[in-house]
């Protein structure tokens, strides 16, 4: 400042002098002028040095704030200046700057979100197939540390899969920049069916490329595709054995069957064929409609005992053919239950039935009620209701597997029996719709529990 004040005060001061000199100017006047001179030029350089400074705090707060990515403080600076508007052209874009910093910020976010709540795996990897990105989902698939750093790492040594890896590396190295999909089967780091697809995507200039991998998880789907399978195959077998027999049998008899015998037995085979058909439509149409929540229930309240003895009166018949001898055990007592009454009746008729058909000539069946047993941290109160027998039992392996559709100890038997392979799936569905539980216990020679839990006050 003392230099500005110097700058401006001494020309003039020098032109003073030299008229006081040369007698233009009395000295009085000269030194009065120099004088008044002196104060009004200090007075000009400080009112431009307090403004320079405030120039230059505004611009000091303007450099602050888009280092800390916030709004600047909107000082109007005084524009009548070129240093003035060149300030406002500062701050307007410091403005936008700042806008278009929070406007990428929540993009950032919403995308982190995004990828976060994706059910699908994403990696993406540079040009060499090193990562710049992978998502939560990701880090579980390939059993990854949940918050370690991966910037930089190759994708293909984080995915152990030797197919994956594979897929991973002939992706980054093919050069003609095409999406490509397929589908692995991977066992590392846990048996799993992966959709994967490999796009590759522009990243920064144009000439840089990378790569997104999206990993879809498709073991459920495959697993349905396979039960499907599996269903299909087995019911063709159903279907076929009976259809044969009944084509085999009419046609010889179109033929002509001298002895008469014969002939009544042939038709005797075509009726016991015709009748099995017909009960594996019934079998199928149940399962069908119980799995496609078609079932309605018609809830009423009924005694436990009274659904034993209904299906133990209509089996009562079957099991004197059979030479197995049908018991009740149930205290008339028990608190009622709510349940449809012909799908209980369904459940215990194909209950008793299955003790009837694996119970040898002798044998018995008891049918027992009782209270559940509850203090295991259950609140509500059950009603067991238990169909034993002392038949030839199921071996400890088969018993997870007798609810499938289909699954038989041993097929040809229970096909001789008149068994559709349906039986334990439709009870265990109607069960479960009774917000219920069955269990099976068994052992090979000593017979069969099946335990059906239902609530007391079911829904
Ligand atoms: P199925 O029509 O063959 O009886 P289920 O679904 O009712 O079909 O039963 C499946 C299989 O479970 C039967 O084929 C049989 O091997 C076995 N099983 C069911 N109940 C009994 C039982 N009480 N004793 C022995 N085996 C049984």
Redesign the pocket.
Known sequence: MAAAMAAGFLPPALALAVMMATGVLSPEWGFIAIIAGALAGGLSATAIANSINGRAERIEALSAALRAHRQPLHVIPDDSDAMGRAERSLLQSTDAVIAEIGALTEQRDELEAILRSMTEAVVVTGARGEVVLLNGQARKTFALSADANYQGRDFVELCRDPRLQEFVASSTASANGEITAVEVRIQNPSPRYLAVSAAPVKRGSASEIAWLFVFHDITQLKTYETMRADFIANLTHEIRTPLSALYGYAETLQQGVEDPETAKRFLGIIEKQAKRLARLVDDLLSLSNLERGLAQLKLEEIAPRSILEDAAELMREQAERGGVHLEIDSPADLPPIRVDRDKMHQVFL?LID??I??TPRGGRIRLHARLGNHSGGSPAPTIEMIVA?N????PASDIPR?TERF????RAR?RELG???????IVKHIVQLHHGAMGIE?RVGEG?T?TVSLPVTAA
């Open positions: 194909n299955n003790a058909k694996y027998d038949g030839e039992g199921i007798l699954y038989r100890v041993d229970s068994g559709t392979g349906l039986g334990l799936a068994s069969t099946v």
